[in-house]
């Protein structure tokens, strides 16, 4: 039988039944308490969103983490599940260490429907590295320029906990001439970006 076509009392144990994360009890707590109190605009409303306790609260709290972003509409896998929201204004930029070579270095911008941007990174020092996508679970800026500014503070950050931990002789395999190169671009953008060049400059002058 479809978990739709379930009697509310079955419904509720099957919910109850669920182990949500900190972030996802608010979702079920809101859910069970539209079934015991036979709200049916809000248990239909909560029950569009899949066909199992979990996937109706994992995909509601995706749902509404998507409208920081102005997303309104639903896309769903074919497995049910919430899929990406497309961004606008996507924008990648990448930092190649050397000429011919594929850069793991890379970020990539974009833009909600609302206005809010976003980011996904990947940063590698050639030993290890750390990435993630583009997404709605992404921090949220009001601007291109904060939202490119804290993206390159991260490659930077992560570049220079390596360096860290290489004078602790944790980090293992570490190339310092490959995060050097990446380091350095980097840097010149975020410089370039904030205007830190400029005011540089104005004290020769």
């Given at each position: 039988?479809?978990?739709?076509?379930?009697?509310?009392?079955?419904?509720?144990?099957?919910?109850?039944?669920?182990?949500?994360?900190?972030?996802?009890?608010?979702?079920?707590?809101?859910?069970?308490?539209?079934?015991?109190?036979?709200?049916?605009?809000?248990?239909?409303?909560?029950?569009?969103?899949?066909?199992?306790?979990?996937?109706?609260?994992?995909?509601?709290r995706a749902y509404d983490r998507g409208q920081l972003f102005g997303f309104t509409e639903k896309h769903f896998s074919?497995?049910?599940?919430?899929?990406?929201?497309?961004?606008?204004?996507?924008?990648?930029?990448?930092?190649?260490?050397?000429?011919?070579?594929?850069?793991?270095?890379?970020?990539?911008?974009?833009?909600?429907?609302?206005?809010?941007?976003?980011?996904?990174?990947?940063?590698?020092?050639?030993?290890?590295?750390?990435?993630?996508?583009?997404?709605?679970?992404?921090?949220?800026?009001?601007?291109?320029?904060?939202?490119?500014?804290?993206?390159?503070?991260?490659?930077?950050?992560?570049?220079?906990?390596?360096?860290?931990?290489?004078?602790d002789d944790t980090c293992g395999n570490f190339n310092t001439r490959y995060s050097k190169e990446v380091t350095r671009q980097v840097k010149n953008l975020?410089?370039?970006?904030?205007?830190?060049?400029?005011?540089?400059?104005?004290?020769?002058?």
């Amino acid at each position: 039988m479809e978990y739709r076509d379930l009697q509310v009392n079955e419904k509720i144990e099957q919910v109850r039944q669920y182990r949500p994360s900190r972030d996802e009890r608010r979702y079920m707590a809101i859910y069970l308490k539209a079934l015991r109190q036979n709200n049916g605009q809000l248990t239909e409303e909560y029950e569009s969103f899949g066909d199992s306790p979990r996937q109706i609260i994992i995909n509601r709290r995706a749902y509404d983490r998507g409208q920081l972003f102005g997303f309104t509409e639903k896309h769903f896998s074919p497995y049910g599940w919430m899929q990406n929201c497309p961004f606008a204004e996507m924008e990648e930029i990448r930092f190649i260490h050397k000429q011919g070579w594929s850069s793991t270095n890379h970020l990539i911008l974009g833009r909600g429907e609302n206005g809010k941007w976003t980011y996904g990174v990947s940063y590698s020092t050639g030993g290890w590295g750390h990435c993630y996508g583009l997404s709605v679970w992404g921090k949220v800026f009001d601007s291109r320029k904060d939202c490119l500014k804290a993206a390159l503070q991260e490659i930077l950050d992560g570049h220079r906990e390596a360096t860290e931990k290489l004078k602790d002789d944790t980090c293992g395999n570490f190339n310092t001439r490959y995060s050097k190169e990446v380091t350095r671009q980097v840097k010149n953008l975020l410089d370039e970006l904030t205007g830190r060049k400029a005011v540089q400059l104005e004290l020769f002058l």
